[in-house]
């Protein structure tokens, strides 16, 4: 599975972006996907994963209410909405794709850098 993160930019604080994540390869449908960011001098950190609906999805308590992971398995897409920006949402987003029942993700995409400018 390769994975290709689009989407980010420089926004005001307050304001929206949405990801994407296409992934090229083999059918989504047996993957977990994830979002994860790393701010500069910070380790890398778990935003947001699905599985296959809404309901099974997690975020970080930080972005709970705010953002929202998404998939479409047909556009092999993996989304992540971003509403009420923060200056401390500002980091470099990695998608990633673990297969079910595994430990760790295994796919990564190569990022995309979203800046939230106070």
């Known amino acids: 599975v390769q994975l290709q993160a689009s989407g980010g930019g420089v926004v005001q604080t307050g304001g929206s972006l949405r990801l994407s994540c296409a992934a090229s390869g083999r059918t989504l449908l047996h993957y977990r996907m994830g979002w994860f960011r790393q701010a500069p001098g910070k380790e890398r950190e778990f935003v947001a994963s699905i599985l296959r609906s809404p309901g099974d999805s997690s975020y970080m308590a930080s972005v709970e209410g705010r953002f929202t992971i998404s998939r479409n398995n047909a556009k092999k897409t993996v989304y992540l909405q971003m509403n009420s920006l923060r200056p401390e949402d500002t980091a470099v987003y990695y998608c990633?794709?673990?297969?079910?029942?595994?430990?760790?993700?295994?796919?990564w995409g190569q990022g995309t850098q979203v800046t939230v400018s106070s």
């Open positions: 990633a794709a673990r297969v079910t029942g595994a430990d760790e993700y295994s796919y």
